[in-house]
């Protein structure tokens, strides 16, 4: 979960503005806050709200029960805070991010990436954010807050540019979009988030620029996604007999019996002709 959960997104306070004593106090419990909520997440993410319990956090996190409700007062509670903090995490790189764009499609598209992206190298936290938090009223209420402010990025990516671009629209597409992402979690699995990335590009633009002008900034995501896509190996069919293969066929084979660093300069050879 790189890039959330960092002990100084938890700090209650700024070390600078206290003295070293309290400094140190506050550093030591904003790394305990941020492991605790790493823990929780993960232990939601695997077990489901229902089944996660504060035991299992605790053992992930390798704390005693002590540390814990000197923090948190229950199971949500810890819920919450990891899912406010991570929230505030994304939508402040996915406004950096769309800060760079130049015109709306590009802020939306550049922003929807960096989305997908670090929910996508993040699994565990994305299936909290899009899904589990909505089983705990108040971690659910919070989804509904953030899913406003991510209206009013998104809203502000479009209207600079755009005169159709409101609140009530906004919200209505920062709904869907995050109703794709959870579905993408649940049918694609985890690490899969990039794939939806032509389906956000086409409902965030659709209301704005068009069928036919969000069908194009669909095509063209599709196609960056098949330009990363790996290529299939070309692999002998091992029923063949060696004289029935090719000569690139007989070289690959061999190929297999070589070391990796060797396998690689091989191959690349084999495909240059």
Same mark, same amino acid.
């Given at each position: 979960?790189?890039?959330?959960?960092?002990?100084?997104?938890?700090?209650?306070?700024?070390?600078?503005?206290?003295?070293?004593?309290?400094?140190?106090?506050?550093?030591?419990?904003?790394?305990?806050?941020?492991?605790?909520?790493r823990?929780?997440?993960?232990?939601?993410?695997?077990?489901?709200?229902?089944?996660?319990?504060?035991?299992?956090?605790?053992?992930?996190?390798?704390?005693?029960?002590?540390?814990?409700?000197?923090?948190?007062?229950?199971?949500?509670?810890?819920?919450?805070?990891?899912?406010?903090?991570?929230?505030?995490?994304?939508?402040?790189?996915?406004?950096?991010?769309?800060?760079?764009?130049?015109?709306?499609?590009?802020?939306?598209?550049?922003?929807?990436?960096?989305?997908? #992206?670090?929910?996508?190298?993040?699994?565990? %936290? *994305? +299936? =909290?954010?899009?899904?589990?938090?909505?089983? !705990?009223? /108040?971690? &659910?209420?919070?989804?509904?807050?953030?899913?406003?402010r991510?209206?009013?990025?998104?809203?502000?990516?479009?209207?600079?540019?755009?005169?159709?671009a409101?609140?009530?629209?906004a919200?209505?597409?920062?709904?869907?979009?995050?109703?794709?992402?959870?579905?993408?979690?649940?049918?694609?699995?985890?690490?899969?988030?990039?794939?939806?990335?032509?389906?956000?590009?086409f409902?965030?633009?659709?209301?704005?620029?068009g069928?036919?002008?969000?069908?194009?900034?669909?095509?063209?995501?599709?196609?960056?996604?098949?330009?990363?896509?790996?290529?299939?190996?070309?692999?002998?069919?091992?029923?063949?007999?060696?004289? #029935?293969?090719s000569?690139?066929?007989?070289? %690959? *084979? +061999? =190929?297999?019996?070589?070391?990796?660093?060797? !396998?690689? /300069?091989? &191959?690349?050879?084999?495909?240059?002709?």
């Amino acid at each position: 979960m790189s890039g959330f959960f960092k002990p100084a997104d938890y700090l209650s306070k700024d070390p600078a503005t206290v003295d070293e004593r309290e400094a140190k106090r506050l550093r030591y419990d904003a790394k305990q806050r941020a492991k605790l909520c790493r823990a929780m997440v993960r232990v939601t993410a695997r077990r489901g709200y229902a089944g996660a319990s504060v035991h299992e956090a605790l053992r992930v996190a390798g704390y005693g029960k002590s540390a814990y409700y000197r923090h948190f007062e229950d199971r949500e509670s810890c819920l919450l805070e990891a899912f406010e903090r991570s929230a505030a995490t994304l939508l402040g790189r996915v406004g950096a991010a769309a800060g760079d764009g130049d015109g709306p499609a590009t802020r939306v598209g550049v922003g929807l990436q960096a989305f997908v #992206e670090m929910l996508g190298g993040a699994p565990d %936290l *994305a +299936r =909290v954010m899009l899904i589990e938090v909505r089983v !705990a009223p /108040r971690c &659910r209420e919070a989804q509904q807050r953030w899913l406003g402010r991510f209206a009013e990025l998104l809203e502000g990516c479009l209207s600079a540019d755009t005169s159709g671009a409101d609140g009530e629209v906004a919200r209505l597409v920062a709904g869907a979009l995050l109703e794709r992402l959870a579905s993408g979690v649940r049918k694609e699995g985890r690490g899969k988030l990039a794939e939806a990335l032509p389906d956000l590009a086409f409902i965030a633009l659709a209301p704005y620029a068009g069928t036919e002008g969000a069908m194009t900034e669909m095509g063209r995501y599709r196609e960056q996604l098949s330009r990363r896509a790996p290529k299939p190996r070309v692999t002998p069919d091992p029923e063949r007999s060696k004289a #029935e293969r090719s000569p690139r066929e007989e070289l %690959l *084979a +061999r =190929v297999e019996t070589m070391s990796e660093e060797e !396998a690689a /300069r091989a &191959r690349l050879i084999i495909e240059e002709g």
